[in-house]
Each structure stands twice: as C-alpha cells, then as structure tokens.
C-alpha cells in the first residue's frame, strides 16, 4: 500500500501565498510521477499539476503562472508553491502518486489539505 503525506495548507489573503508538501517512501518516490489535484463540495476532483520523475512539469490553465510544482529527490518530497492565490483556489488539495514503471501499478492519494483564500 502506498502512503503519502501531506502538509501545509491554511488561510490566506488573496494575493499571497502557500506551499503544499507531499512525501512517501524513496522506492516509491523515485518511479512515481507526483500529481496535484483539488475538490470543490459538490464539484469533481481536478487536476492542478503534476510532476514526473524527469522534473517534467504540466499545469491547468487556470494555474499556470502562478502555481509551481517541484520534487526533492532526496528527501521523497513533492511541493506545490502557490502564489498570487485567489480565492477561487480555495479547495481541498490532494497529491496523487502514479508509477511510471509499466510493470508496477499504483494510483494513491493523500488525505488531503484545506486551502482557503479570502478576499
């Protein structure tokens, strides 16, 4: 089973910013494309970015520019640095492991994280 951990999250201004972390075991780290995605009540989960083993980067429109994904291979940490947030960002964020190895698969998520912008 394939754990991950996040942290981060809160409450900010409109403007500012957050950064999200997510991290799981080295074996798993190290084949997995990291992805972020966030849900709205009553709304479906969407993609907001994702991050693959290569550092190879792919963004929503509606981010783009303003939202930056990274991963510290090291430490078997993904981040989402969130800046000039506004308050249609405010959702639950989930980071999402996916194998890149086409003999192992797994699709895990994270518990979730609140992030909450005023205005």
């Known amino acids: 089973q394939v754990q991950l951990t996040e942290l981060g999250g809160g409450l900010v201004q409109a403007g500012g910013s957050l950064s999200l972390s997510c991290s799981c075991r080295a074996n798993i780290f190290e084949i997995s494309t990291m992805g972020w995605y966030r849900q709205v009540p009553g709304k479906e989960r969407e993609f907001v970015a994702s991050?693959?083993?290569?550092?190879?980067?792919v963004y929503s429109d509606s981010v783009k520019g303003r939202f930056t994904a990274s991963r510290n291979n090291g430490l078997n940490t993904a981040y989402l640095q969130m800046d000039n947030l506004k308050p249609e960002d405010t959702a639950v964020y989930y980071c999402n492991a996916k194998s890149e190895e086409a003999w192992l698969y797994y699709d895990a998520w994270g518990q979730g994280t609140q992030v909450t912008v005023s205005s």
């Open positions: 991050i693959t083993v290569g550092s190879s980067t």
